[in-house]
């Protein structure tokens, strides 16, 4: 089965669901030009697979596609994009910087 990332806004979360089943998510505070992700988190059923890399990429994807920047407060999203430097584009600056 595949893995679907989808962006689920009532909940203020990203989730990477295998068929209808959530197999973790990233929880975020959106703004009109901004995502700060705060938390991610892959259920320990399905750790090992990827799955934590295949949602930060899906989320990241989707806010670039919207034209928004991010502020990446969750080390673990933080840590990905240090190893995706194609991403590094999306973190928000202060402006001065």
């Given at each position: ?13 990203y ?40 949602l ?42």
């Amino acid at each position: 089965m595949t893995a679907e990332v989808v962006d689920v806004p009532d909940r203020r979360r990203y989730e990477i669901r295998i068929g209808e089943e959530p197999a973790g998510f990233a929880a975020y505070v959106r703004t009109d030009d901004l995502v700060t992700f705060t938390h991610t988190e892959i259920d320990p059923a399905h750790e090992g697979r990827g799955l934590g890399g295949a949602l930060v990429r899906g989320a990241l994807d989707d806010v670039r596609s919207r034209g928004r920047s991010v502020l990446p407060l969750c080390p673990f999203v933080r840590n990905w994009i240090e190893r995706h430097p194609d991403y590094a584009d999306l973190v928000h600056r202060a402006s001065g910087d």
